[in-house]
T-cell receptor, first 113, second 114 residues
C-alpha cells in the first residue's frame, strides 16, 4: 500500500467554484499533514498545514483532517486561474522513532476561465 | 542568500560518469531533505538529515547513491556510475527541525544522463 495517495487528475474546475482535493495516508501514527502547491517548472511551496482533526481555514483555503479515516483534504473557494497548479499532499510519517516527510504524487488542478 | 541554494542548476553528463549535487540550506535549519522528481511525477523521498546524521537512508534507489552533510549545513548527494534512469530534478529542502513540517525548497538540480 502506498504511503500517501492522491488522485493524479487533472481536476478541472470553473473559475469561481470550489475545488476539492483529497489525500489518504497509510500510517496511523502520522501526526502532521501538509499541502504544497507546485507550479509547472517550479519548486513546491507550503500553503497549508494541519495537525488536529477538523477544519483549518486560511483565506480561500480550508484543510480538513480526519485521522480515523486517514484522510486529508484541501478546499479552495472562489477558484482563480492562478490556482492552476499541482497540489501535493505531504505527511510526516513517524516510523521507528524517526520521521520523514513523504509526498503523494500530486493532483493537477486546472481552473477554467 | 536567505533561501535554499542548490548547485548546479543543470547538469548534463554521460552514462557511467559520477556526479555531485550540492545543497546549502537556510542558516539555522537543522533538518535537510533530498527528493527526486521525474518528469510529470511526484516527489520521491531519498534521504533526510537531522544535523549531520541520516536516520533514514531507505529511500536511496541503489548503492550508487550516497549523501553526506558536514557541519550541520551543506549537503552533497553523489551519484556514481550514472544511468539514464537517474535523469530527474533533484530537490533539496530544509526545515527548522524535523518536527516542523514546513519545508523550504531549493530550485532543484536538473540532471540529464545521456
Amino acid at each position: 500500500q502506498k504511503e500517501v495517495e492522491q488522485n493524479s487528475g487533472p481536476l478541472s474546475v470553473p473559475e469561481g467554484a470550489i475545488a476539492s482535493l483529497n489525500c489518504t495516508y497509510s500510517d496511523r501514527g502520522s501526526q502532521s499533514f501538509f499541502w504544497y502547491r507546485q507550479y509547472s517548472g517550479k519548486s513546491p511551496e507550503l500553503i497549508m498545514f494541519i495537525y488536529s482533526n477538523g477544519d483549518k481555514e486560511d483565506g480561500r483555503f480550508t484543510a480538513q483532517l480526519n485521522k480515523a479515516s486517514q484522510y486529508v483534504s484541501l478546499l479552495i473557494r472562489d477558484s482563480q486561474p492562478s490556482d492552476s497548479a499541482t497540489y501535493l499532499c505531504a505527511v510526516n510519517l513517524f516510523m521507528n522513532r524517526d520521521d520523514k516527510i513523504i509526498f503523494g504524487k500530486g493532483t493537477r488542478l486546472h481552473i477554467l476561465p | 542568500g536567505a533561501g535554499v541554494s542548490q548547485s548546479p542548476s543543470n547538469k548534463v553528463t554521460e552514462k557511467g560518469k559520477d556526479v555531485e549535487l550540492r545543497c546549502d540550506p537556510i542558516s539555522g535549519h537543522t533538518a535537510l531533505y533530498w527528493y527526486r522528481q521525474s518528469l510529470g511525477q511526484g516527489l520521491e523521498f531519498l534521504i533526510y538529515f537531522q544535523g549531520n546524521s541520516a536516520p533514514d537512508k531507505s529511500g536511496l534507489p541503489s548503492d550508487r547513491f550516497s549523501a553526506e552533510r558536514t557541519g550541520g549545513s551543506v549537503s552533497t548527494l553523489t551519484i556514481q556510475r550514472t544511468q539514464q534512469e537517474d535523469s530527474a530534478v533533484y530537490l533539496c529542502a530544509s526545515s527548522l527541525d524535523r518536527n516542523t513540517g514546513e519545508l523550504f525548497f531549493g530550485e532543484g538540480s536538473r540532471l540529464t544522463v545521456l
